[in-house]
């Protein structure tokens, strides 16, 4: 019984960080599974959701994707 419960926190914590995900994507106009695929690495945001993320974490973008600076 001890296992079921320990799983069901793990299942609640990602289904809770997977809808917070999913609100971010909507926020700016994304797809969550494209959201997740430029979190990881495997597709760059563009300008207008970088403008957009910016906004939603008050957080300049220069700041925000500092290693994108660093590459360019």
Known sequence: MGTDRKNWKIIKASSERNLKLFQVAE??????????????????????????LSKLFRI???????????NE
């Open 27 to 52: 926020f700016i106009g994304m797809t969550a599974p494209t959201f997740n695929r430029s979190i990881n690495g495997k597709r760059p945001f563009t300008i207008d959701e970088k403008r957009s």
């Open 60 to 70: 300049p973008q220069k700041k925000l994707f500092a290693a994108d600076n660093e």
